[in-house]
């Protein structure tokens, strides 16, 4: 069993930055993709951006150039600096860690992007 927790999310304007944190614990093994998706009301959950421990990266289109996913192997944390925010970024934002067929998901964190 992996553990995850999200924290981080919050109000911010416009053009604004957040930076997510989601700390893993448990069962980790060290060969593993860690990333976040996010799920705004009334639609599915989608992909934001993933690394995996030997760093690939996946982002989605709505998001390059825009946010940036990192992690600390050593601290089995994963983050997600979002820049240039957008109302339609307004979401929740779930972490999750995959390994193999084994998923995990954190309870989410709230990012709402308003003026």
């Known amino acids: 069993q992996v553990q995850l927790v999200e924290s981080g999310g919050g109000l911010v304007q416009p053009g604004g930055s957040l930076r997510l944190s989601c700390v893993a614990s448990?069962?980790?093994?060290?060969?593993?993709?860690m990333g976040w998706y996010r799920q705004a009301p009334g639609k599915q959950r989608e992909l934001v951006a993933t690394?995996?421990?030997?760093?690939?990266?996946n982002y989605a289109d709505s998001v390059k150039g825009r946010f940036t996913i990192s992690r600390d192997n050593a601290k089995n944390t994963v983050y997600l600096q979002m820049n240039n925010l957008k109302p339609d970024d307004t979401a929740v934002y779930y972490c999750?860690?995959?390994?193999?067929?084994?998923?995990?998901w954190g309870q989410g964190t709230q990012v709402t992007v308003s003026s």
């Open positions: 690394l995996s421990s030997v760093g690939n990266t």
């Open positions: 999750n860690y995959q390994r193999l067929t084994y998923n995990s």
């Open positions: 448990g069962n980790i093994f060290s060969i593993n993709t």
